[in-house]
C-alpha cells in the first residue's frame, strides 16, 4: 500500500513539474551563431625558408610566419638532414592568416610573385628538392584555387610552370635560430638574398607578365 501511495505521489508531483515548465514563456531571442573563424593556416614552399618568411611577414592579412619542413618521410628532421636532401622533406613557410582580411588565393597570387615559377631543380642559388617551389593544399577547394592560379601563371608568363601542388602533410617546425632570422641577423640575411640572386631574378622572371 505504502508502494502505491508513493507513486501517486510522483505521479502528481511529476504533472505540476511539467505545467510549470510548460507555462514558461518562450525566449524569442536566436541562438546566436557561431563566431567566424579568425584564423586559418597555409604551406608554401619558396626555395630558403628565410626569405619566404620576410615575403610574407608583412603582407596584409598574415597574422605569424613558422619557418619548418614538410612532404618528408622522417619524422622530426633536423635541418642537417633536410639540406643534405635525405629525408625528403621541403624547406617550407606555415602562413597564418585572418580570413577575413585575405583570401586564400590571395596568398597564393603573392606567393607566386616571390619564387621562379619556371625552376625545376631547386630555388635561385639553392638547389635540390630540398629548395623546390611548392604548394601544400589541404583540401579539393585549396587544390582548386592553386591549380588554377598555376595555370594563370603560365598563360602570364607563356611558359610551363615547374611550382609543385601536393597534399599537405606533416609541418614540422624548424630550429629556432631559423625563426625570424631576417630580423635576428638583418645584415647577413640581406647579403645572402643578394648574393643569392633572388630579387634579380625575380624581376627578370616576372618582368614578362603579360
Known amino acids: 500500500m505504502r508502494r502505491l501511495w508513493l507513486l501517486l505521489l510522483l505521479l502528481v508531483a ?9 507555462d514558461r514563456p518562450v525566449d524569442p531571442r536566436p541562438v546566436p551563431a557561431r563566431a567566424p573563424t579568425t584564423q586559418a593556416a597555409a604551406v608554401f614552399a619558396g626555395g630558403c625558408f ?12 598574415v597574422v605569424s610566419t613558422t619557418s619548418g619542413y614538410s612532404g618528408g618521410r622522417v619524422a622530426n628532421p633536423t635541418y642537417e638532414q633536410v639540406s643534405a636532401g635525405d629525408t625528403g622533406h621541403i624547406e617550407s613557410v606555415r602562413v597564418v592568416y585572418d580570413p577575413r582580411r585575405v583570401s586564400y588565393a590571395t596568398l597564393v597570387e603573392r606567393f607566386f610573385r616571390t619564387i621562379d615559377p619556371f625552376d625545376a631543380g631547386g630555388s635561385f642559388c639553392d638547389r635540390g628538392h630540398q629548395y623546390r617551389s611548392a604548394i601544400f593544399v589541404r583540401n579539393a577547394e585549396e587544390r582548386r584555387i592553386a591549380e588554377a592560379a598555376k595555370a594563370r601563371v603560365e598563360r602570364q608568363l607563356g611558359a610551363r610552370i615547374a611550382t609543385l601542388i601536393l597534399p599537405a602533410s606533416a609541418f614540422y617546425r624548424a630550429e629556432e635560430y631559423h625563426q ?3 630580423r635576428k641577423n638583418p645584415v647577413r640575411y640581406r647579403f645572402y638574398r643578394w648574393n643569392c640572386g633572388r630579387d634579380q631574378r625575380l624581376r627578370e622572371v616576372w618582368s614578362r607578365a603579360r
Open 180 to 182: 625570424d632570422y631576417y
Open 50 to 61: 628565410w626569405c619566404t618568411e620576410a615575403d610574407f611577414d608583412h603582407f596584409a592579412g
Open 14 to 22: 511529476g504533472v505540476a513539474i511539467a505545467g510549470v515548465i510548460a
